[in-house]
C-alpha cells in the first residue's frame, strides 16, 4: 500500500509475527532508472523484514526490467512484483496499474523482460477482476502465466468498481480454477477472522492483506491466535513503531505517521470501546514531536 507499508511499518509486522512474506510499497520503475535517490531508498530493507517482496509499477517493459535489475543489485529482495491492479487514477491515466489489463500484449511483454532481468527471483503479478468488465481475468491469466509470472494475486473487484461494492470471492474462486501458478485471494478481508472463510470459498493458496493489517499490525498472528490487544499493548507498539519511522524519516517524519495513528485508534480496530477516543483521535492528527505522542499514550493507557 503506498505510503502506508514502509520499512518501519514492516518491521513492526515482522516483530509480532505470524506474516509469511511481506510486499513493500510500489514504486515507480520511471523514477528508479532515472536514480531518483528517494525513490530507490525506498527499496532499503532491514534484515528482520524478509523474506520480502517489492512491488514496482511502470508501462515501459524495458524500463520496468531495469527497474527490477537496478532493485535486485540494491536491495536483493526475495520476489519482485508488478502492480497491474492499482485502480487510482494518477496511476491508470500513464497505462500504469490496472491500465495494463486492456493492453495483454504489452503486460506480457513486461512480464517477459523483468522475468529475463531478474533471473530466477520469483515474479508476482497483483490483478484485478478486470477493468470495466468482471471476468477479463479469465483471458488475462493465461496471459501473463506464458509470460513468466510464478505467482498471481488478484483482487476481488474491477478497476470500474474502485473499493466500493463487495470483493467477489467467488469469481476469485473461478481464477483458481484457471490460474496454473500458485494464487493469492485479495480484498475485503479486514479481520483475522475472515481469513479461514475467504480460503474455504476462493480456495486460493493464501490471501494478501492490505487495509486489514492498518491499525492491526497483530492482524497475522491472530488468524490462528484469536485475542483482544490490550490498551497498553497497544500503545507500546505504537511507540515502537514510531521510533522507527523515526529512525528512517526523522522526527519531523511524525506527521506522516499520523495516518498510522489514525487507524490504530479506530474503535473498529482496538475492539472495545474507550470513552473519549474520538477527542483522543484529534489530538493524536495533531502530534509533530515524539515527547507529545509519549504524553498523550501515556494517559491513554
Known amino acids: 500500500m503506498a505510503d502506508m ?23 515507480s520503475s520511471e523514477a528508479v532508472v532515472r ?33 527490477a535489475a537496478i532493485i535486485m543489485e540494491h536491495a536483493n529482495p526475495e520476489g519482485i512484483d508488478i502492480n497491474m491492479g492499482c485502480p487510482v487514477y494518477k496511476i491508470t491515466s500513464n497505462f500504469n496499474g490496472c491500465a495494463l489489463m486492456k493492453e495483454p500484449e504489452r503486460a506480457a511483454n513486461i512480464i517477459r523482460e523483468v522475468k529475463n ?3 530466477e527471483t520469483p515474479l508476482s503479478v497483483k490483478i484485478r477482476l478486470g477493468w470495466n468488465d468482471p471476468d477479463d481475468f479469465k483471458t488475462f491469466i493465461p496471459v501473463i502465466e506464458d509470460a513468466g509470472a510464478n505467482l498471481i494475486t488478484i483482487h476481488g473487484r474491477t478497476k470500474a468498481q474502485g473499493y466500493s461494492g463487495v470483493s467477489d470471492w467467488a469469481r476469485i474462486a473461478e481464477a483458481k480454477t484457471i490460474a496454473r501458478v500458485p494464487l493469492l485471494a485479495n480484498g475485503d478481508i479486514h479481520e483475522p477472522s475472515q481469513v479461514v ?9 493464501g490471501v494478501l492483506i492490505a487495509r ?23 500503545c507500546l507498539v505504537v511507540l515502537n513503531h514510531a521510533r522507527l519511522h523515526i529512525a528512517q524519516y526523522g522526527e519531523r517524519g511524525l506527521v506522516t505517521f499520523r495516518k498510522h495513528l489514525a487507524w490504530y485508534f479506530k474503535t473498529n480496530k482496538i475492539g472495545f470501546e474507550i470513552p473519549g477516543i474520538k477527542e483522543i483521535r484529534v489530538q493524536l492528527v495533531r502530534i509533530s514531536t515524539f515527547s507529545e505522542l509519549e504524553n498523550i499514550l501515556e494517559k491513554l493507557s
Open 35 to 67: 536514480d531518483n535517490v528517494k525513490t530507490l531508498g525506498m527499496t532499503d530493507f532491514v534484515v528482520g523484514e524478509r523474506p520480502i517482496v517489492q512491488q514496482i509499477f511502470g508501462s515501459d517493459p524495458l524500463t520496468m526490467a531495469r527497474a
Open 212 to 234: 486489514g493489517a492498518l491499525g492491526n499490525p497483530w492482524f497475522f498472528n491472530q488468524i490462528n491466535n484469536p485475542q483482544i490487544i490490550s490498551l497498553a499493548e497497544r
Open 5 to 27: 507499508t514502509d520499512s518501519a511499518f514492516c518491521q513492526i509486522v515482522r516483530q509480532i509475527g505470524g506474516a509469511d512474506v511481506v510486499f513493500r510499497e510500489m514504486v
Open 117 to 119: 532481468a531478474i533471473g
Open 197 to 205: 472463510e475467504a480460503l474455504a470459498i476462493t480456495k486460493a493458496d
